[in-house]
């Protein structure tokens, strides 16, 4: 994406948080694995585009939502902003230093600021440690309130900040639903007062009722603590109603941008607009009324992505350009942009 | 329409170390030929227990069928011997199951499996079950079907092996089918593909279909009729227009309000429900859902609710169904 855009994108960030230039940038982050012919070769056999310049910005207190079906990149670009893979280029700023350049050190220090929260509330935390244990371990290991008691006070206050009896401090993860153990997840992403959280399918483990209470949790510590998201989901529902704006990405590329409420009532990339139509809304009259296109085919594989525009094989519009020229993200609306020459 | 599947009062239970769980615990509910129900409710709620069990597919030990009936297509399917069960199964009721990596054989291929099935019941010779799988495989919208009754279930993405099995539990040409979670472990595109598969073809060879699924908007688009399910009971039940816009339960209630809508614009916050389902090991007494349930009145705390009708064809099983119901007008 241009420099142009990423300007564009920065103003429409900063109407949502005003306060200045957005706490994170993220220009043209591209993340390549190569894929070894066999179990036992070092033969680099293909090489898999999972994330392909991609550009977004995130403001101070703000939510970006990052959609898109299995295998699309969404994962992988939130563990390049964590630094927890080290990108094949493209430049991650936060803050106003650009992480891909820090040395381990200065990297460490900016992971204070910057935490996450997984999906899976039994494999994410460790079943030997007591849950009160677990969300003291980031304040010991950065060497924040040193002295056991006032770590432990820390964590009784963190734990009622997420709806958790400070009692519950001595259990163990099994001896908890699966619902407490996602607050002690999110208890542990805070204890460090970061300014800013992914969440990668924080909510999608558990059931509606619970993952309400944790919905409104995660929208309550945004507000209190001006906490920036970047919620990785598949769940657009779920991404409607927390998210500030939305980005949809398909096979490792960012295909539309826009606000929550203008990308759902207005959908432009014709694959965005399949995906809208193919969750069904829990109200059997609206279903009704819908019309039930299914959209063909499946995601191609990564290891050989279709040239041109990736989503080309399964378009609606296709036409023989599409085939060729990958198309670049453009503004058509303020604030809305999509990488679809034929809208 | 008339009755094909009728359940009666059917109890499951599952003797574990911690003590007997009451995964179903007395449920009722009839599936008419040719519709489309689905039972919806979260984790734990006993929602395949009670579906598994109508196939007699509980493991035994630990778990066993306390009590009830099963009535299908004239029999009662509790008392019939192993070989006869064995002829409904897969043979009147096909099954789909969640996981089509974990239901289908990996190491048989997909031709061995589909024809198998038709050779047991439909008893076919080899080259009509080739025929007929090729035939099959066509239907489900698999390509090549030919040459995929070579292949290995892990040659096939996820979606593809849906449709496998899709294609076999249609392949001897049940009168019911039975689908727990079909579409859980896929992308939402694609879960719309299969389940507009599954409508068209039950539609089409004139298939009951029985939809468990935790997902309220993938009953809205296909359900005719809805059974809510929660700690091993129903709670409700009625038409899904009836659930989803005059719900007399308060849990039905408070699941509607707790999914965020992707047709309604951000705003507010969720109503969630507060606490969580109980412990199934132990004995509940009186209503399950009074801890979390805002209209609880004493009565609720001794005595469980009966499931009884408040309108044609819409049950609840709430004593204060009829203030929930005056609420809900008011609000309108």
Known sequence: ?343 | MSALLEVENLRTQFDTSAGTVRAVDGISYTVNEGETVGIVGESGCGKSVGALSVLRLIPDPPGRIASGSIRFAGSNLLTLSEAEIRKVRGGQIGMVFQEPMTSLNPVLTIGLQLCETMEIHLELSPQEAQARAIELLDMVGISEPARRLQQYPHHLSGGMRQRVMIAIALSCKPKLIIADEPTTALDVTIQAQILELMKNLTKRFGVALIIITHNLGVVARYADRVNVMYAGRIVESGTASDVYHRPVHPYTLGLLRSVPRMDRPRGGRLIPIDGQPPDLTREIEGCAYRPRCSFAVERCAREAPPIEEVANGHASACFEKARLERLLKEAS
């Open chain 1, 1 to 343: 994406m241009s420099a142009l855009a990423g300007a564009a994108l920065r103003s429409d960030a900063s109407r949502a948080a005003p306060a200045g230039p957005p706490l994170l940038e993220v220009r043209n982050l591209t993340m390549h694995f190569t894929v070894a012919a066999g179990v036992l070769s070092r033969r680099k056999a293909a090489k898999i585009k999972a994330v392909d310049d991609v550009s977004f910005t995130i403001g101070r207190g703000e939510a970006l939502g990052l959609v898109g079906e299995s295998g699309c990149g969404k994962t992988t670009t939130g563990r390049c902003i964590l630094r927890l893979e080290k990108p094949t280029s493209g430049e991650i700023i936060f803050e106003g230093q650009n992480l891909c350049e820090l040395d381990r050190h200065a990297l460490n220090e900016k992971r204070e600021r910057m935490q996450v929260i997984f999906q899976d509330p039994y494999s994410s935390l460790n079943p030997r440690m007591k849950v009160g244990a677990i969300v003291g371990e980031p304040m010991k290991v950065h060497g924040i309130y040193p002295k056991r008691r006032e770590r432990v006070q820390r964590v009784a206050e963190l734990f009622s900040v997420c709806g958790l009896n400070p009692k519950f401090m001595d259990r163990y993860p099994h001896e908890m639903s699966g619902g407490q153990r996602q607050r002690v997840g999110i208890a542990r992403a805070l204890s460090l007062n970061p300014q800013f959280i992914v969440c990668d399918e924080a909510v999608s483990a558990l059931d509606v009722s619970i993952q309400a209470q944790v919905i409104n949790l995660l929208e309550n510590l945004r507000e209190r603590f001006n906490l920036s998201y970047l919620f990785i989901a598949h769940d657009l529902s779920v991404v409607r109603h927390l998210c500030h704006r939305v980005a949809v990405m398909y096979l490792g590329r960012l295909v539309e941008l826009a606000a929550s409420d203008e990308l759902f009532a207005n959908p432009l990339h014709p694959y965005t607009q399949a995906l809208l139509e193919a969750v069904p809304i829990p109200d059997p009259d609206v279903e009704k009324h819908r019309a039930h296109r299914v959209m063909k085919g499946e995601v191609p594989s990564p290891i050989n992505p279709p040239g041109g525009c990736v989503f080309h094989p399964r378009c609606p519009l296709a036409v023989g350009s599409c085939r060729q020229e990958v198309p670049q993200l453009r503004e058509l609306k303020r604030g809305h942009w999509v990488a679809c020459p034929r809208v």
